[in-house]
Antibody, heavy 116, light 108 residues
Framework: QVQLQESGPGLVKPSETLSLTCTVSGGSISSYYWSWIRQPPGKGLEWIGYIFSSGSSNYNPSLKSRVTISVDASKNQFSLKLSSVTTADTAVYYC??????????WGQGTLVTVSS | EIVMTQSPATLSVSPGERATLSCRASQSVSSNIAWYQQKPGQAPRLLIYGASTRAAGIPARFSGSGSGTEFTLTITSLQSEDFAVYYCQQYNNWPPDTFGQGTKVEIK
């Protein structure tokens, strides 16, 4: 059973960079797409982007200038960096596995609050 | 970007009754949509992919239909554990994958 776990700071200051890591267990990170999705409190889901295990990535055009997703296959981890954050970036951030026919495994989510 | 519009925003249903949720795409997405269920404080769970294929372990009371721009998720004989928010997602034209705004199924 594949499991994903997000880790990283729960509080980030405005204008700084949000950094999260997702650790995948119970399966290899190879040969799948790995996504980041966020959900502002009380709102819907927003796809941030994904990375293939080889390192190729695709981002939401609305966030592309601020987002970097990277992968470390040796550690079975992938990471998200979102720069120049504002209060609008406050959300629960989920890491997930995308099999290109839906997102079949999700982490539990981690709340990141942007506040001074 | 393809816009996914779900209706209604809230659906009030009695236990044991049928719920019908709709999702409309702003342009054709073929059959490349998925449906998710999300309960408070939990991550979404994949219910349906390819518009009509149930994901592993999903009960048969959940069914999906449609193609092109109009899609439906039907839940027959609602159980107490089915009261939740449901999202559709298209993965035909990306980036980005886009989600609908959600339909909340509540107890009548």
């Amino acid at each position: 059973q594949v499991q994903l776990q997000e880790s990283g700071p729960g509080l980030v200051k405005p204008s700084e960079t949000l950094s999260l890591t997702c650790t995948v267990s119970g399966g290899s990170i190879s040969s799948y797409y790995w996504s980041w999705i966020r959900q502002p409190p009380g709102k819907g889901l927003e796809w941030i982007g994904y990375i293939f295990s080889s390192g190729s990535s695709n981002y939401n055009p609305s966030l592309k200038s601020r987002v970097t997703i990277s992968v470390d296959a040796s550690k079975n981890q992938f990471s998200l960096k979102l720069s120049s954050v504002t209060t609008a970036d406050t959300a629960v951030y989920y890491c997930a596995r995308d099999n290109l026919q839906g997102i079949d495994y999700w982490g539990q989510g981690t709340l990141v609050t942007v506040s001074s | 970007e393809i816009v996914m519009t779900q209706s209604p925003a809230t659906l009030s249903v009695s236990p044991g009754e049928r719920a019908t949720l709709s999702c409309r795409a702003s342009q054709s997405v073929s059959s490349n949509i998925a449906w998710y269920q999300q309960k408070p404080g939990q991550a979404p769970r994949l219910l349906i992919y390819g518009a009509s294929t149930r994901a592993a372990g999903i009960p048969a009371r959940f069914s999906g239909s449609g193609s092109g721009t109009e899609f439906t998720l039907t839940i027959t004989s609602l159980q107490s554990e089915d009261f939740a928010v449901y999202y559709c997602q298209q993965y035909n034209n990306w980036p980005p994958d886009t989600f609908g705004q959600g339909t909340k199924v509540e107890i009548k």
